[in-house]
T-cell receptor, first 113, second 112 residues
Framework: AQSVAQPEDQVNVAEGNPLTVKCTYS??????LFWYVQYPNRGLQFLLK??????LVKGSYGFEAEFNKSQTSFHLKKPSALVSDSALYFC???????????FGTGTRLLVSP | GAVVSQHPSWVICKSGTSVKIECRSL??????MFWYRQFPKQSLMLMAT?????????EQGVEKDKFLINHASLTLSTLTVTSAHPEDSSFYIC????????FGQGTRLTVV
């Protein structure tokens, strides 16, 4: 069965500092990995995905994520955080055949001015 | 990018009534749509997979007679919460599958 773990309920970072939001996964076969962001009372917005190819994936709003197969991780990163990045971030995984997405529990990112 | 429109954004209904939520893929055909439920400060829980022209596949523990799903066309799936109760109050989100999953804006349902 597929699963995703986001070990941190909340991440606090000062504006301008780099940020990392952690995600590890478990799936049979090759993983398809995604990051989504959710603002209050809104749906999910796609940030980036890893299907195949380069381990470092660049996405929207300056975010990037690194796929690490040996550590089964897909951490979300940004070199310089903005206050407007404050939101709820979800990591998700699906397996070969792209069936249903399984989401992590979410990590709340709080960027302070 | 592809757009998924979900309507209404929020709804308040009386206990015992039914509420219908629509999910439309605006610029692509979606043979498969997904319905999720999100509890406060929790992750998204997949409720069911909606397949155009066939019955939906419900996840374990989800009452199919309470959460009716219809996927009559390639661009529209509906979720009807029947005989709603306060415990059905939640945030419901639909998703349509293309190369990746696109999500609707969500519907905040409050049952009073």
């Amino acid at each position: 069965a597929q699963s995703v773990a986001q070990p941190e309920d909340q991440v606090n970072v000062a504006e301008g500092n780099p940020l990392t939001v952690k995600c590890t996964y478990s799936v049979s076969g090759n993983p398809y990995l995604f990051w989504y962001v959710q603002y209050p009372n809104r749906g999910l917005q796609f940030l980036l995905k890893y299907i195949t190819g380069d381990n470092l994936v660049k996405g929207s709003y300056g975010f990037e994520a690194e796929f690490n197969k040996s550590q089964t991780s897909f951490h979300l990163k940004k070199p310089s955080a903005l206050v407007s990045d404050s939101a709820l971030y979800f990591c998700a995984v699906t397996g070969t055949g792209f069936q249903k997405l399984v989401f992590g529990t979410g990590t709340r990112l709080l960027v302070s001015p | 990018g592809a757009v998924v429109s979900q309507h209404p954004s929020w709804v308040i209904c009386k206990s015992g009534t039914s509420v219908k939520i629509e999910c439309r893929s605006l610029d692509f055909q979606a043979t498969t749509m997904f319905w999720y439920r999100q509890f406060p400060k929790q992750s998204l829980m997949l409720m069911a997979t909606s397949n155009e022209g066939s019955k939906a596949t419900y996840e374990q523990g989800v009452e199919k007679d309470k959460f009716l799903i219809n996927h009559a066309s390639l661009t529209l799936s509906t979720l009807t919460v029947t005989s709603a109760h306060p415990e059905d109050s939640s945030f419901y989100i639909c998703s349509a599958r293309g190369r990746e999953a696109f999500f609707g804006q969500g519907t905040r349902l409050t049952v009073v």
